[in-house]
Every structure is written in C-alpha cells, then in structure tokens.
C-alpha cells in the first residue's frame, strides 16, 4: 500500500513539473494572448461544440447499456459522465470511472459488473471511431502533399491502419471464439496484475457479447465514437485558426489527425490527465503540416485543456457535488475490487 502512495506521489509530481514546463516553455504572457485571441464567440463556439461534444458521449453510453438490458433516459447519464471526465482530469488511470459505476448503482440499482463492462466496451470503441476518423483524414490528407514520395508514405500509412483495423476485429473474433485461449496467456502474468487483467477481459468479454447479438446497436456505438473525435478536431482547428494564421481549410485534415493522435493519450495516459503527453502529440503533428508557420503549436493544444478544464471544472465540479462529493472521491477502489464487492 504505501508503495502505490509513493508511486502516485511520484505521478504527480511529474505532472506538475511537466504543466510548469508547458507553462513556462510556451510564455505564460503568450498563453493569455492566444487564449482572448479566440474572442467571445470563438470561446461560445468552443463551449457549444464540447456540450455536443458530451451529450454524443453520454449517449454512446447510454446505448452500451441498452445492449445490456439497461434502459435510462439520456438526462440521468449526463451528470455521472461530466462528473467523472473532471475527475479523470488529475486522477490516474481514469479513476474518475468509477463515479460512473457507483452513480449508477446507488441511484438505478445497476449491477457493478453491467456498468463496468459498459465502460470497458466503450474503450475499445473509442479505438475503433478513432482508427476511422484518422484513416479519413490522412485520406485528404495525401492530397495536400506535392511530392509523389510523400503521398505513396500517407498511403501506406492508410493501408498500415486498415490492416491494424482487421487485425483488431480478427482477435476480437478469436477472443470470442477462444476465450480459453487468452486465460492461458494471463495465467504468465504476476499475480496482482493477472487479477487485474482478468478482471478486464472479463468485462469486455461480457459487454461484447451482450453487442454481438444487437447489431444495430453496435453500428451507432461505433458511429458516435467516431463523432466524438471528429467534434474534438473541429474544436481544436476553431483554435488553430485563430492561433496559427497560415492555417487554412485545406489543413482541418491535419488537425483533425493531430487531435485523433492525441487523444490516445486520454484513453490510455501515462500522467494523470496526460498532463504534457497531449500537448506534445498535437504540436508533433501540427509542426509537420504543410502551412505550419513558426508559431508555437502547443499553444494550440494547451488552450484546448484550459477550455476543456474550465467547462468541465464548472459543469463537472457541480455535477460531483450532485451525485455525492466527498463521498465520490473517497473511492479509490478499481473496477475488479467493485466486482469482488458485488459477488460477496
């Protein structure tokens, strides 16, 4: 136990090196320039584009949960989705999660294991909208390239994500067919990471075989994974735009990729709220478009958190103190320890 405290200790102390670096990399009189840049209306179009943004996301869920036999209206799925994205924002490994399985176990009497699987489930959609929003933007983006060599790297680079696309749906097919197959590969894990890990499969075995029989349901699952993505780069390019003045149409594309790229990050992040890591991705794309022009592009990026950490402090912060607060953040249990619980 007091190995995990060092270890989050640890976490956080990166983070915040990482954030003052940012800061003090990028100027923080440049920050504030860049950000009122945006102006009034460019901030309320950022604002309306994330509450669409949140509501396809709650709405992803909402139809995971209907997959399993869950049937809630879109409004008592908002405040738990809010609530744990602000948390996901300073916690590690996405601990904000589990406001979503307790809300929804207190206020609905939903099954632990239901929510978890949901969540789970709703991961690996994540991957799969965001695979196909990518593989849409580096198709226009071939185009944006003058040179044959440039353009024959992008395709292949197309061909490579629809082969890891196939690869991905053929091992979800072999895990379905052959569960047993992967227990035997956990069994090689140690210990405290093979309960874990089990505990994952489990979940997701179980949410995607509640999928398979609803096919219907599984298409707009995808299909509302890959708008969020395509919501999150329009977001960044109305930043972009403002910030980068080269920028024209023809780049949307690549902002579009760049926020895609980056926000693998939040799916699976090294430091909580992938403090650093997704801002280095977005500017590591930016950089290399084709228009870019000098002007720092984390700027971009980390005026996209401070938008996102503003709304989602505000909506987020009342939404945690509606479900329960202080209770909520007493939790520190992951999803295997909720369904242990729920089993005893």
């Known amino acids: ?38 102006g009034f209306w460019g901030i309320a179009l950022l604002v309306l584009f994330y509450i669409i943004d949140l509501i396809v996301r709650t709405y992803r869920w909402k139809l995971l949960l209907i997959a399993q036999g869950t049937q809630l209206p879109l409004s008592s799925l908002i405040l738990p989705v809010c609530s744990a994205l ?19 176990k207190r ?5 632990y294991s239901d929510s978890i699987s949901s969540i789970v489930i709703e991961q690996v959609l994540s991957i ?35 082969l890891i696309s196939g690869g991905g749906l053929l091992l979800i097919g072999i895990i379905l067919m052959k569960p047993t197959f992967v227990y035997k590969i956990l069994g090689i894990f140690p210990e405290f990471l093979k309960d874990k890990l ?20 599984l298409f707009q699952a995808i299909l ?19 910030i980068l003045p080269s920028f024209t149409l023809t780049d949307l594309p690549w902002v579009i990729a760049a926020s895609c790229v980056g926000n693998i990050t939040f799916i699976i992040p090294i430091l909580p709220g992938a403090m650093g890591e997704y801002e ?20 971009v990026a980390f005026i996209d958190r401070v938008v996102k950490s503003l709304f989602l402090g505000i909506v987020g912060g009342y939404a945690t103190l509606q479900l329960g607060g ?11 320890d909720l369904s242990q619980e729920e089993k005893l």
Do not use: C
């Open 224 to 242: 509302t994974s890959a708008a969020i993505w395509a919501i999150e780069g329009v977001m960044l390019y109305i930043i972009a735009l403002s």
């Open 107 to 111: 206020n609905y009497e939903v099954k």
């Open 198 to 217: 089990t505990s994952a499969f489990e979940a997701f075995i179980r949410g995607l075989t509640d999928l398979r029989t609803k096919p219907n349901l």
């Open 326 to 336: 202080s209770e909520l953040l007493r939790y520190r249990r992951d999803y295997a």
């Open 1 to 38: 136990m007091l190995e995990n405290k060092n270890s989050s200790k640890l976490l956080y102390l990166a983070t915040l090196t990482v954030l003052l670096i940012i800061i003090v990399f990028i100027n923080p009189q440049n920050l504030i320039e860049s950000f009122f840049q945006l």
């Open 128 to 162: 799969i909208g965001l695979l196909i929003v990518v593989t849409g933007s580096l198709f226009f983006i071939s185009f944006s390239f003058q040179t044959e060599e440039s353009s024959r790297v992008i395709g292949q680079l197309i061909i490579l994500l629809f």
């Open 86 to 104: 602000a948390i996901n924002l300073f916690t590690i490994a996405r601990a904000g999660e589990t406001v979503r399985i307790i809300s929804l």
């Open 280 to 299: 280095a991705v977005i500017a590591l794309v930016l950089i290399n478009s084709p228009h870019y022009i000098g002007t720092d592009a984390t700027l």
